[in-house]
């Protein structure tokens, strides 16, 4: 199994910008695809960003040029920096990792306001 545990939540102001990081354990040797995760009040948890096991990102229509996922194996981390952020970005943010099963982090809040 894979365990995952997000940081970098907090409040920002709109046009601010936040780092999170999720730090894995466990077999993320056998992990395919990483991703963020994002869920408001509300609504449905939404894919926000993945990159696959051999470095291939995507990002959703909705955080294109501003939202980038990056993985970094040495240190087990995907992190997901967050620029030019919006009030509509405010969410519990998940990670996410796909293997032969799927593991999630527990979520951090973000929180774009003035």
């Known amino acids: 199994q894979v365990q995952l545990v997000e940081s970098g939540g907090g409040l920002v102001q709109p046009g601010g910008s936040l780092r999170l990081s999720c730090a894995a354990s466990?077999?993320?040797?056998?992990?395919?695809?990483w991703g963020w995760y994002r869920q408001a009040p509300g609504k449905q948890r939404e894919l926000v960003a993945s990159?696959?096991?051999?470095?291939?990102?995507n990002t959703a229509d909705s955080v294109q040029g501003r939202f980038t996922i990056s993985r970094d194996s040495a240190k087990n981390t995907v992190d997901l920096q967050m620029n030019s952020l919006k009030p509509e970005d405010t969410a519990v943010y998940y990670c996410?990792?796909?293997?032969?099963?799927?593991?999630w982090g527990q979520g951090t809040q973000v929180t774009v306001s003035s």
């Open positions: 996410y990792a796909r293997y032969y099963g799927e593991s």
């Open positions: 990159i696959s096991r051999g470095g291939s990102a």
């Open positions: 466990g077999r993320t040797s056998s992990v395919a695809l």
